[in-house]
């Protein structure tokens, strides 16, 4: 699959397969976006602010990434920092480990200019 902040998905949208030619690299078929015959998914995880406003694109297969929760949700209360005016701040914390084990699954274009 890939994966395309909205930014990076625009452009692949807007990006001609030739120049001046009106098919584009991406094409939407169902409410889903498609390159090359692979599912575009659409994330703002991927940062749109690399190298003076550049996008990146990642292709790779999501089955190759291990992912590890350790505990449960922590949840705790502070009462101190709020304290003068009788505030709660309430904390949460997950502890999530990820692990791509075989790198060369993934590729990266880190340099799309939107």
Known sequence: KFYASSRGAGRMRGTGIVANDAQRIATWDNGVMYCEGKEVKITNCIPNNIATNKTAILYGDPSSVYVGMWGGLELATDLATKAATGGK???VFQDVDFQIPQPAHWSA??????
């Open 109 to 114: 274009i880190q340099d799309l200019t939107p």
């Open 89 to 91: 701040v309430i904390r």
